[in-house]
Nanobody, 115 residues
């Protein structure tokens, strides 16, 4: 079955950086669209970054220029480099895989940014 395992979350001060990783198994990673989403308490889950099989990326304005998504098909892993973090980036971050129309989620990793 599909497994997405996130790591790299934690507590960081405002202005700091974190790098999230998501290791995937059970899918043909190289042809999957991979994404990162986040959900803050009391808010809906929102898209943070997405990368297609052809390495096209997309970001919402809230993180554009601060976050960078990348993928390593040899390691079946997608990364999210987060720089210039702000307290409003505090949330649980989820990895998502869309493979052949099948949508899968990781368990989430907590990111907390202190002011």
């Amino acid at each position: 079955q599909v497994q997405l395992v996130e790591s790299g979350g934690g507590l960081v001060q405002a202005g700091g950086s974190l790098r999230l990783s998501c290791a995937a198994s059970g899918i043909i990673f190289s042809i999957s669209t991979m994404g990162w989403y986040r959900q803050a308490p009391g808010k809906q889950r929102e898209l943070v970054a997405i990368i297609t099989r052809s390495y096209s990326t997309n970001y919402p304005d809230s993180v554009k220029g601060r976050f960078t998504i990348s993928r390593d098909n040899g390691k079946n892993t997608v990364y999210l480099q987060m720089d210039s973090l702000k307290p409003e980036d505090t949330a649980v971050y989820y990895c998502n895989a869309n493979s052949g129309g099948l949508n899968s989620w990781g368990q989430g990793t907590q990111v907390t940014v202190s002011s």
